[in-house]
């Protein structure tokens, strides 16, 4: 399933794409053109083949960048 995590602002939509992706997370920032302006957001997707711990972590990692 593909989950959407809308974050509004494509600045800062990229910024976390950028940060998750350093932390070893593939995910897909969306911005418009792509999407209408102010629903730009993160995609991602789980797949079988991630752990329980994988999906948490990313979970986790994800709720303290936006904290930021």
Avoid: F, K, N
């Amino acid at each position: 399933p593909i989950v959407a995590v809308l974050v509004g602002d494509p600045v800062r939509t990229m910024e976390l794409d950028r940060a998750l992706w350093e932390r070893g997370y593939l995910v897909q920032g969306l911005r418009p053109p792509t999407v209408e302006p102010g629903t730009s957001r993160l995609r991602l997707v789980a797949g079988a083949a991630h752990s329980e711990a994988e999906i948490e972590g990313v979970a986790a990692t994800l709720t303290e960048l936006l904290a930021v």
